[in-house]
């Protein structure tokens, strides 16, 4: 080119985060709220003896949070994905997880909320 530099005009379609810190995952969040995209997932993970409830917290708090962030649009036609997978347990007398998974979550922009994914 002869302005020296390459042409590098491609769409961004899927951006991934990856955290494996249980505690500090909603970092991975804010930075793909910040990418305009069709889908972002933040891969992360929960102690295994607090799933469920534990989860829904977590993404509760991510939920009621995001809004706040100046760079996050609630008209955007995005999709925010979030699967957790299980780590070890918080409680260290706890039996370790006799299984390990994924779980997906997908928020829901209507409700404000993100909503677990069953296959």
């Known amino acids: 080119d002869d302005v020296g530099l390459w042409r590098h005009l491609w769409d961004l379609k899927i951006a991934v985060e990856h955290e494996n810190s249980k505690k500090d995952w909603m970092d991975e969040v804010v930075k793909l709220i910040h990418i305009r995209c069709p889908l972002k997932i933040v891969i992360a993970y929960n102690n295994c003896d607090m799933r469920e409830d534990g989860d829904i917290k977590k993404l509760d708090f991510i939920a009621k949070w995001m809004p706040e962030v100046a760079a996050f ?44 994914i069953y296959l």
């Open 73 to 116: 649009d609630k008209n955007a036609k995005e999709e925010f994905l979030i699967i957790i997978g299980n780590g070890a347990p918080k409680n260290k007398s706890n039996p370790s997880y006799t299984k390990f998974d994924y779980r997906g979550y997908l928020y829901n922009s209507s409700f404000g909320k993100f909503d677990r």
